[in-house]
């Protein structure tokens, strides 16, 4: 059997759910598989950024993940059983962002809601069904695939997404390297039912001068999620290891009372990134193209992010908006904070769990003395919340971004204005998934014709100090991408800052006219 489709995405981890899912609303026919027989039960990944939200946000999706998760706005730190930080970040993104914290929504349940939306677009997981090979036409990529039954079929499709994960198909398929390295200790993940003071809905880390504990609260009272490192000993044996091979010092020092045990899981940390996230017409996505450690909660949102990214310019080049030179965008941006990335989270990862005594002695006594007091600084906070939000992601030195107005660069995310008198905010008109203008004061005549020779909404918000303080030039032109950043950030009010973006660019047939090209 073989069937055409315009993207066939390999893996439904969050990944690749995001990917199809924005795909689908964009009107684009996709195929996703995966060789599981259902979604999974398990999962380590725990934070939902703002970022994310964001671009939930836009396919409204963000209100459901609130209802379900945990806002995470308070960190205990512990050190040999006694407390000795209490760490109160409140909203600390405020006026940054609609959702100024990060939240704990476990990846199992987050898997699930996704999969639910999916399915309202008419899109169904093929569970069971394996990529075996593939190989580029002039036409597209050919697929071919393996059912539980053995059947075999051919996928005729535009283009190909790995996101299948650390262990890619599609990466050895066109054999991109993954270089990077793999840290000796071995950590446990376990869901449990408990009983003790950390059991109070905050975040609580316990340091040693060699293991760790983090305690994450799960939605339900009295529920948590449990990371921490398994006993010497029993990484030298042979066979699975269960909960009663991890480390029980910390357990007992901060006298968490474990009730029951729902399920139990160990790993290894990796750092690797992927030498290449695209070749042709086949992309690498989420831990397919980069794997690092867990630390301040990036691997499943940068993912997220990296399906975001691809999805809205598959689909302009697909519907004929846009040359398929645009594509050659995907990797850059991408892989340049992917690389940033894994180089911050190894630094942060290797102070927590090294046995150097400068590393031991900065967790277990600096750490601990500073942090209060950095934190009660609104600038320290907001400094954070940019960092791990991944809301100061940006794309500056992209050949799809230009100029500058007010603070804000071409590259930037659209910086975020708090709503009005009316409840409206600058980040409403972004669920049109579509190219737009904004213009923060009064447009000219000459904007408006410009807009309206390429088809662009435009949106033209009533001045407010607000959005001085968020880096905003009054009357400047702000073309948006479709996902939320400026592509063309111009003081220029002729309006012909816009005509030369698209004009002098090899992808200048983007519009939001279906039947230009």
């Known amino acids: ?207 040693d001068a060699t293991d760790f504990l983090i305690v994450f609260p799960l939605k339900d009272d009295g529920r948590a999620r449990l990371i921490g490192t398994v006993r010497t000993d029993a990484e030298r044996q042979d066979g699975d290891l269960s909960w009663d091979d991890v480390s029980r010092r910390i357990i007992e020092w901060i006298r968490i009372d474990v009730q029951r045990v729902h399920w139990f899981s160990t790993y290894r940390v990796h750092h690797r990134v992927a030498d290449q996230f695209r070749r042709g017409r086949t992309f690498l996505l989420g831990d397919a193209a980069h794997i690092h450690s867990p630390v301040g909660g990036q691997g499943m949102n940068t993912g997220i992010g990296d399906a975001v990214n691809l999805a809205w310019k598959l689909a302009d080049v697909i519907h004929g908006r846009a040359d398929a030179s645009l594509l050659d ?71 799809m971004s230009e100029g500058r107005a007010g603070d804000v660069h071409g590259g930037d995310r659209l910086p975020w204005v708090p709503p009005d008198e009316n409840g409206l905010d600058n980040f409403t008109p972004l669920a049109s998934l579509g190219w737009q203008v904004h213009v923060y004061g009064e447009a000219t005549r000459s904007i408006r014709a410009a807009c309206d020779e390429r088809g662009l909404p435009l949106h033209v918000f009533r001045w407010r100090p607000a959005m001085g303080r968020a880096g905003l030039r009054s009357n400047a032109v702000y073309l948006i991408r479709p996902d939320g950043y400026v592509a063309l950030a111009s003081a220029d009010v002729s309006g012909t800052a816009i005509t030369s973006y698209f004009g002098t660019r090899t992808f200048a047939a983007i519009s939001n006219k279906p039947d230009e090209r």
């Not at 290797?350 to 967790?363: K, L």
């Open 329 to 399: 965008s995907y990797e850059p941006e991408r892989i340049a904070f992917a690389r940033r990335l894994v180089a911050s989270t190894d630094r942060a990862f290797q102070g927590v769990t090294t046995d150097r005594a400068i590393a031991r002695y900065v967790r277990l006594n600096v750490v601990p003395a500073v942090a209060p007091a950095v934190f009660s600084f609104r600038a320290a906070r907001r400094f954070m919340f940019r960092t791990i939000s991944q809301i100061a992601v940006q794309y500056r030195d992209s050949s």
């Open 1 to 207: 059997m073989t069937e055409n489709t315009g993207v066939l995405i390999v893996g439904a981890g969050p990944t690749g759910l995001v990917l199809a899912l924005w795909l689908a609303r964009l009107g684009i026919r996709v195929r996703i598989i995966d060789k599981t027989s259902e979604p999974g039960t398990t999962s380590r990944a725990l934070a939902v950024q703002a970022r994310t939200l964001e671009f939930y946000r836009q396919v409204g999706l963000a209100d459901a993940v609130l209802s379900r998760g945990r806002k995470m706005t308070t960190i205990n730190l512990w050190k040999r059983g006694q407390h000795v930080a209490h760490v109160v970040f409140g909203d600390m993104g405020r006026d940054l962002s609609p959702f100024p914290y990060a939240l704990i929504y476990p990846q199992d349940e987050h898997e699930r809601l996704l999969i639910d939306r999916l399915a309202e677009t008419g899109v169904q997981i093929e569970r069971q069904t394996e990529l075996v090979a593939f190989e580029e036409t002039a036409a597209g990529v050919r697929a071919r695939l393996t059912r539980a039954d053995g059947r075999t079929d051919t996928c005729d499709t535009g283009y190909l997404a790995g996101c299948d994960g650390a262990r890619s198909a599609v990466r050895d398929g066109l054999r991109i390297g993954f270089p990077g390295g793999t840290y000796n200790h071995l950590f446990y993940v376990a869901d449990v039912d408990a009983r003790g003071t950390v059991m109070n809905g905050e975040l609580h880390g316990a340091l």
